[in-house]
């Protein structure tokens, strides 16, 4: 099947209007009592309901199908802090990937000296530039090494060099909420802007969908024979840029991180290889690695080598004629043969409508951003007179919008 020419879309038909009282500045007290849209899009119907009622929907809406729920099981670090320069002037920092180390839970594990990509706030920081902060025990130096396409690469510095990063934001860091958040930063969002199956550190936002879940939540859903599987992508800060191009084709999509172990990836070969098969993507960032994935396995069996990187357009021009199944086994089959566990890859796909995807049969998901490219992968899933109806449908019914706001549940 051939993909829809970006070009023919317009950004515009993608905005809408989101009052600043939708947007939800705290969670709720229980986190499994934020309302749920349900759309099922073979009925064509809409539903307001609770969170907590998705192992009830899910028996009865896949009651002859294995389901399978896949969620990202990153992990928010205290990534924000504030240094100052020679000078005095006031700098703030946010850590964003590290180039000492492959993986940002090795980095954070790790004591000091490091070198981190950043977000930096702040007058006149040029390369050279050195920065300075004491806090407690604890001095930090850093120096800005160079400039890579606006972010700053940092060295940093810290006595005592015995802690681990982790030690140190511990003291210093703040969790970087998100910018439309319109406050600061409170100790009780430590705990409620994480996942409660938050694993690997490396995250600068959290993978929202999944702020959902409960622990009463998810032994229900296992009663209830859904079968949980986690895989890792770490949420960078591009996922909250708008597109400001008047082409979605001249749209840079930001490059993110993930990581899956080989039983992930058995498994849901297994379930891919069921015809009677609901796999179900809590999140946009489970959706993104899960067809990157596809991608990884098609690059592989086309070209007989493993390419670590997937680009956002990698699926145009292309026709699908490898099946899901086929894909995931190439990758298995190639993990096994270079005796690898774990595989690690960065994925910059840009899911827009048009797009046809391999890998899902639900999506479990929040409100997102006008003109945003999460609001494009929705569209390209649900459909776009579905996304209209969807979107419209809530702002009439009182739910709460983004990070800390209610959930869609798309069932095909």
Known sequence: MHKQNSTQINIEDYNYNLPPDKIAQFPLEQREMSKLLYANLQKNTIENRYFYDLPEILKNECSNNSVYLIRNSTKVFPARFFLEKDTGGKVEILLESPISYKLPELALANPSPQVWECIVRGRNLNENTRLKGHFQEIEINAIIQ?????????????APNSLSLTEILEQLGKVPLPPYIAREMQEQDKQTYQTIFA???????APTAGLHFTDKLTKELIKKNVQILDLTLHVGSGTFVPIK???VDEHEMHSEQFQVDIEFLQKLHQALTKPNKKIIATGTTSV???ESLYWLGVNLIESGEMNFRINQWIWKDKYNNIGANKSIEAIINYMLEQNMNILVANTQIMIIPGYEFMMIDGLITNFHLPKSTLLLLVSAYVGYDNYKNIYEFALNNDYRFLSYGDANLYLK
């Open 288 to 290: 993104r690695t899960l």
């Open 245 to 247: 191009a008047e082409s």
């Open 146 to 158: 160079k400039i890579v396409d606006g972010k700053r690469h940092i060295q940093f510095d810290w």
């Open 199 to 205: 694993e690997k550190q490396g995250s600068i936002a």
